[in-house]
């Protein structure tokens, strides 16, 4: 059995917050530098322009690359041959976000639903955590912004709806949702499992690096398939119109009960700050 200090999980924590906060993923930005050479229209490649003059400010100056730094999000995968000594694991996530939220002058954005009491140090973080073989722990960070978590839904389709059902909600989720997620975005989708469990799989395929596609060839043709259709809305960076409504679409599947047809889209916005680290 391995040991890991929870000293170790907490800096480490504190750091991503910092830097996935300041830093666009290359992976993001590769993207977008893409997307921006096939526009045609004149706003379009501004807004692209502008995205990229942000990324270029934040990461020289230190501030944020948006005034919303998110909720913080994490999905952990841990070995089963590994121990963290000191702390619960669970606590020390929490202590690296109240720390990098802090240090990093970062705005707390996590509240009482509904006195909208702010809990003033971005806690308690979001973790959903996985076992997995192996005495490693993987810790996929995600600033989650509200604009675009607010234009997420989950559904439960009929299941003789299909793909052709799946397809129609994902493009009118989209479609309605129009600038309010700061698009382009990045359009994450679960089909299967259970209604909680299909808005886990949405929220895991955001964590898929851009560019990225399903391993099953057959969902990654899926995938290809509603980005192509979802760019013909013409919504467009920042919803000023244009080729780029959004820039990447995951699906994450799993089965289901013969009753169901559960399916979740969580947006992603053009901030998509995103972050890993193994320890
Ligand atoms: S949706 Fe994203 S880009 Fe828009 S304000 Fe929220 S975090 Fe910032």
Same mark, same amino acid.
């Given at each position: 059995m391995r040991t890991v200090k929870a000293e170790q999980i907490v800096d480490a924590v504190a750091k991503m917050c910092v830097s996935a906060n300041r830093y666009l993923p290359e992976d993001v930005k590769k993207r977008f530098e893409e997307c921006a050479a096939a526009e045609e229209s004149p706003a379009a490649k501004e807004v692209f322009r502008q995205i990229k003059e942000n990324w270029e400010l934040a990461a020289e100056s230190g501030l944020p690359l948006c005034q919303d730094t998110g909720l913080a999000v994490y999905i952990v995968e841990m070995g089963e041959d590994v121990h963290v000594e000191g702390m619960n694991i669970r606590d020390a996530i929490n202590e690296g976000t109240r720390r990098g939220y802090e240090e990093g002058?970062?705005? @707390?954005?996590?509240?009482?639903?509904?006195?909208?009491?702010?809990?003033?140090?971005?806690?308690?973080?979001?973790?959903?955590?996985?076992?997995?073989?192996?005495?490693?722990?993987?810790?996929?960070?995600?600033?989650?912004? #509200?604009?675009?978590?607010?234009?997420?839904?989950?559904?439960?389709?009929?299941?003789?709806?299909?793909?052709?059902?799946?397809?129609?909600?994902?493009?009118?989720?989209?479609?309605?949702?129009?600038?309010?997620?700061?698009?382009?975005?990045?359009?994450?989708?679960?089909?299967? #499992?259970?209604?909680?469990?299909?808005?886990?799989?949405?929220?895991?395929?955001?964590?898929?690096?851009?560019?990225?596609?399903?391993?099953?060839?057959?969902?990654?043709?899926?995938?290809?398939?509603?980005?192509?259709?979802?760019?013909?809305?013409?919504?467009?960076?920042? #919803?000023? #119109?244009? @080729?780029?409504?959004?820039?990447?679409?995951?699906?994450?599947?799993?089965p289901c009960h013969i009753a169901s047809l559960p399916l979740a889209v969580n947006i992603q916005c053009h901030s998509a700050r995103h972050e890993e680290v193994e320890l």
């Open positions: 002058f970062l705005r @707390k954005s996590a509240c009482d639903p509904l006195t909208r009491a702010n809990t003033k140090d971005n806690t308690p973080a979001i973790i959903h955590f996985d076992i997995v073989p192996g005495d490693r722990i993987k810790i996929f960070f995600m600033a989650k912004g #509200g604009g675009s978590e607010n234009m997420s839904r989950v559904t439960m389709l009929a299941p003789a709806q299909g793909w052709a059902g799946i397809k129609k909600f994902v493009i009118e989720r989209v479609a309605e949702a129009g600038p309010n997620p700061c698009p382009p975005t990045m359009v994450g989708i679960g089909i299967g #499992g259970t209604f909680e469990y299909s808005a886990l799989l949405a929220k895991k395929s955001l964590m898929r690096k851009v560019g990225e596609p399903s391993s099953d060839p057959e969902i990654a043709r899926l995938e290809a398939e509603l980005m192509e259709d979802l760019n013909k809305l013409g919504i467009g960076p920042m #919803g000023l #119109g244009g @080729k780029t409504t959004v820039f990447d679409v995951k699906i994450e599947m799993r």
